[in-house]
């Protein structure tokens, strides 16, 4: 006989071979099943929770190692700019005393009768105070050893600052290229500036200004023949501008020099007593090594606590990122074990619950492979016959028939879905899933 209980029928109808109480069983167990689901999915959300933390706790190791490597950058930092101004300075020691030595040279050969330091400042000065000594000098001799005299110099001089102003050119450019151009009579190094130097057309036109033959010409003439060429077309482009240059040059440009004059100036100073010093520590090398080896010394103490705070930062961080994935693996590995549980259980219910209803076509007088035979539609109209009649039968009789009505269902649930994915006849397996949409089993 039936028992009835508030919010469910438990009582069921026993078959001779005690199948619908075993089936009952296991639905019970089905749901016991699908508390351990929502147990599991809590856990996996703490677990979630859990790693987020990890994640963000590993984030922290990884941004106190990343304030470990500022001990690298600072160390690599200060490594750099000692090798940088230890570089520059005798850079710049090593300048000055070519400019000193070269003042010097000008000096001693203005004994033998040529002013070379004049030709230099009056260079200077037709540039408006543009060009540096060092250039103004350099290019000055070389002019001068080509045979140029000064008068020739500074007018090229000229040329290039009318050119640059003209132009937007660099001043010191435009006069390396005029000098050298002129010198070495070489068309591509003026071809910049708005000079178009032809050496047959200016060998001829020289030639014919004083009545000599092109082929005849000396190399001294054949240079003066191209400065005259040079400067013609200069003052014929650029002439015009010549009044204003001064007026259009670079005020920054010019103080810029001033600067270097006065750096010179100190160097003149200064350099006899590092030239003295420097003397010193080259006759006497144990000196030298020493000195090299207090500096070296000092570097390292500045550079090797940094390198060993990378390390420390580094290790520490390895060591928790170790422990927080062994500990995440942990579990993993647990949460593994219950979701293999779970549907171990799963599969025994569905098989089980399958099983019922095969046998419950047989008890109908249906042959199994007939029925899914069948269109999805044909085996949804017997299942929703049987129902009916199943309801029927339990109005008539007061027995319960909720346990044979719900294999009937889902087994209808699952016909309808797989109905729709495939569009075709298909047999039956019938899930847990289904069962628990049905009656909450």
Do not use: C
Not at 254 to 259: M, P, S
Not at 316 to 327: D, M, P, R, Y
Not at 364 to 386: C, L, P, W, Y
Request: glycine share 8%.
């Amino acid at each position: 006989m039936a028992k009835k209980k508030k919010g469910a029928i438990i009582s069921f109808e026993v078959t001779d071979d005690g199948t619908l109480k075993q089936l009952g069983r296991k639905a019970e167990s089905a749901g016991k099943s699908l508390d351990g689901v929502g147990k599991s999915a809590g856990d996996t959300r703490r677990n979630l929770q859990s790693m987020s933390g990890r994640t963000e706790s590993a984030s922290k190791s990884f941004s106190r190692l990343q304030q470990g490597t500022g001990g690298l950058v600072q160390s690599y930092a200060i490594l750099a700019s000692t090798v940088f101004a230890v570089t520059a300075a005798f850079r710049a020691l090593e300048n000055a005393q070519n400019i000193q030595q070269q003042i010097k040279g000008f000096k001693d050969y203005q004994n033998t009768g040529t002013s070379m330091l004049t030709i230099p400042t009056q260079v200077r000065a037709a540039a408006d105070g543009l060009l540096d000594f060092q250039t103004a000098a350099q290019q000055t001799a070389i002019a001068t050893a080509a045979g140029f005299d000064s008068s020739q110099i500074v007018g090229l001089t000229e040329g290039a600052k009318n050119a640059s102003v003209a132009l937007g050119r660099d001043l010191t450019d435009s006069f390396n290229r005029l000098i050298r151009g002129v010198t070495k009579a070489e068309p591509e190094l003026l071809d910049e500036l708005g000079v178009i130097l032809r050496l047959d057309i200016a060998t001829r036109n020289y030639a014919a200004s004083i009545g000599a033959s092109a082929d005849k010409l000396t190399i001294a003439q054949r240079r003066t023949a191209v400065y005259n060429e040079v400067q013609k077309q200069l003052n014929d482009n650029f002439g015009a501008i010549a009044p204003k240059a001064n007026d259009l040059t670079n005020n920054i440009s010019k103080f810029t020099t001033k600067l270097g004059d006065i750096g010179i100036a100190v160097s003149g100073f200064l350099l006899p007593a590092v030239n003295a010093f420097v003397n010193f520590l080259t006759n006497n090398l144990p000196i030298l090594i020493g000195l090299l080896t207090i500096f070296g010394i000092r570097l390292l103490n500045d550079v090797v606590p940094g390198i060993t705070k990378v390390g420390s930062a580094t290790a520490q961080w390895v060591t928790n990122s170790e422990k927080q994935i062994t500990a995440l693996n942990k579990k993993l590995d647990q949460n593994a074990k219950k979701y293999k549980q779970l549907g171990n259980k799963n599969m025994s219910v569905e098989k089980k619950v399958s099983v019922a209803f095969k046998k419950s076509l047989k008890k109908r007088g249906m042959d199994e492979k007939v029925f899914f035979e069948k269109s999805a539609a044909n085996q949804k109209r017997s299942i929703t016959a049987h129902i009916n009649s199943l309801k029927k039968q339990e109005k008539a009789t007061g027995r319960s028939m909720q346990r044979q009505i719900a294999i009937q269902k889902a087994a209808y649930a699952k016909i309808a879905a797989q109905a729709q994915v495939t569009g075709r006849k298909i047999g039956i397996g019938i899930d847990q899933g289904a069962i628990m949409a049905e009656k909450g089993l």
